[in-house]
Structures are given as C-alpha cells and as structure tokens.
C-alpha cells in the first residue's frame, strides 16, 4: 500500500495492457521504465519472457540468472542476466515471493507426451511466439520463461495460493520487448479457469 | 554375439571441445579420462538446428532436476532424441549455463577459453551461432542447490548415450580452472561412437 502511494507521486503509466485469460500478449518497455505484472484474480501462474531491443538475438536467460544469484528462486533486488550475461532488468517489488525457475513452457508437445492430449491445445509457448510475431520471432526461439506466481517446490507443480492483485515489479535496464502468457495448464489438466493478468508500464515523473 | 564396430574414438584436451554428427541408433560413450572433469554437451537435430535437447523440458518431463539411466532426452518439442543407457558416476547437472567469455571478465580473466566460445567456433560450420546456443547438460558437475562443488567422477568413469534421431553434438571439456573446478586443471576426454550392430 505504501509503496503503491510513492508511485502514486512519482511515476506516471505509459500504458496498460490485459493478458486475456489463457492467452499471451506483449509489451514494449524503455530502459528506466518499470513494468508490474499483476496476477488480478489470483493463483494465476504467467509465463514470462523478455527480447532485448533491437538486437532480439539476446533475451532473459533463467540460467544466466540463476548462475549470478546462485539459487532456484528470486528476492526483491535481484538482477536478471541475458544470454549474453548482460543486467537486464531488476526486480523491485514482490507481492507474491513464490515464483518457478525450473520449469519449461508447456507447448504442444508438453501436453502429449506428459498427459495424452494428441488434439491442439492452447499452450504457453504458441501463447508467446504469436505475442511476439510481430519482431520475427519464432516459436524455436522461445526458450526458457520466469514462471510467475508458479509454486514448484522440488520441481512438483502445486497449484498456486497467490492472492488476487499479486503482482512483481520491474526495473527495466535495457530496451526491451516483454510477453506474457496466462498459463492454460491448470484449466486444461484440472479444470480450473486460466484468469487475466495485468501489464501496468510506468516511467519516473 | 553381436560385434559393436567403433565409428570415431577421439581424445579431446582440457578446455577444448569438439562437434561430430552421430546417427539415430548409434551410441556416444563420453569419458572422463583423468576424473573431476566437467563436460559441457548440447545436440541439434542434424537436418534442423532449430530442433535441439533443452534441459528444461527434459526436467519438465520428469519433474526432477538430476539424470538416471533409462531417462530419455528430449527437444523442446517434447520429442525423444537420445537415452541414457549407462552411467558409472551419477552425478550431473542441469541447472547451470555454459561458462562463457561474459563470466571469465566479471572474473577479471581476460581470453580465457570457455564452453560458450567452444560451441560456438565448433558448430559454426553448421550455421549454428553463439546467440543460438542451448543450455547444456554438464556431465559429471557436482553442483547441487547452484553450488559448484568437487565433481565426483573418478578416472575412467562414463555416460553411454543411444540416440534416437540423427544429430549433431558438440562436446567441451570444460576450461574453467578456479575453485579447484575439475581437479584446478582441465584434463581429457574421450568420446567414442559405436554402431549398435
């Protein structure tokens, strides 16, 4: 609460975009400019993926990351790492605490070889690959996501506590293009509804 | 009784690495020659290196961070491309990065060889760039919890691979030489690839 009242009175929202649910979406996002993710309904797992701009050959490498912070997991001021081992971004604000750097995107083949689903499904890593269609960037390229608001303890996928309005908040260091999926897994595998996630871009006043 | 023919038998020195193109039911023995030697290893699919092994949907698959032998390798397309089917020392890792120029200068190690750069100068000739490069499997790593711990591999011990697609690997015994990381001094390996018959 107190940190969205300095907000308030320091920064200003560029733009604002809706992750329909079980779907994907981009964003484009300024060096200096924050980025919030915001799990609106709660328990809510969003696929999370950044291309740096305009060179889209280097993006947000979970491994690089993990390398630098030496651990499965991420804490308010942490930075994040590119493949080409460069800070991209910072991450500022954390509601939620519990995020997966372990997991894979779920794709069409994830469906099929983990659970027996043969017929086209709606997946994260199509989710991405159409969010980012517009740069030229095909699904073989879409690698490995930050699992927001994904509870995997010891790589067993629970499903996720967090509450509605849950959202992580960014510092972006480099000029970027940033997508989200609102994971379909939990909809697909146990029936319960993929829900919205919101984009809330805002620079310094 | 069946005769395995030996295809390619190859030493590679520490710190360096090697590519080679390996087909569908043939198997790859890597060995760690002298022990504590990590080998970093990363596979394309031979006719379309936008098909490659991602540790993270193998982990996916399984739902577990280490290998065990009768575990299958997959693509990020979730399909099968190679099997572990034997293993003498246990211990690897799938959560670490390729060591690369970027960690050697946050270092303050200027030129120095890394697995990164390795892949690259080795797979270039398949149009393969460093940008492109997957996570690897670093064989005999001993890093549980992003710790970098002695390896446990001793002389001689080996990972066998059958693979189930043609493709190209490429290996790199892995040049870091800090932290006593494999042995304080990188030493050989071999890789050798046998027809199944």
Known sequence: MVNELIELV????VSEVIVPPGQGASIEVKAGQFLKVVDVEGGQIADFYVFVRPDLREYLSISHTRFEIRRFYLLEGDTLITNFHRPIMKLLEDTCGIHDMSYSACNQGYYKEKYGI???????????????QAYGIEEWRVKDPLDLFQYSPGMVNMIGKNRPGSYVKFEF???????VSSCPEFELIHGIPATPLRLILTEPK | MFEKKVVLSETIQGGHGLSVKISKGQTLVI???VGEQIVDFIAFAADDF????????????YD?????IGDTLYTAEHEPMIRIVEDSCGVHDMSFPSCNKYIYNNMGIADHRSCQSNFAE???????????L???IHFFQNSPNMQMLPNHSKQGDYVKLEFLIDAIIAVSACPFDRNGINGGKPTSIQLTIEDNE
């Not at chain 1, 043969?118 to 980012?132: S, Y």
């Not at chain 2, 936008?50 to 698959?61: A, F, M, N």
Request: proline share 5%; aromatic share 6%; charged share 25%.
């Open chain 1, 10 to 13: 320091n920064e200003k929202v």
């Open chain 1, 118 to 132: 043969n017929e086209t499904v709606p997946n994260c890593r199509t989710n991405i690959a159409k969010a980012l």
């Open chain 1, 173 to 179: 260091l480099l000029d970027a293009v940033a997508a």
């Open chain 2, 31 to 33: 060995k760690d020659l």
């Open chain 2, 50 to 61: 936008t098909k490659y092994l991602s540790v993270s949907h193998t982990r996916s698959t």
């Open chain 2, 64 to 68: 577990k961070y280490h290998l065990e």
């Open chain 2, 122 to 132: 080795d797979l270039v000739i398949y149009g393969i760039e460093e940008w492109m």
């Open chain 2, 134 to 136: 997957p996570d690897p």
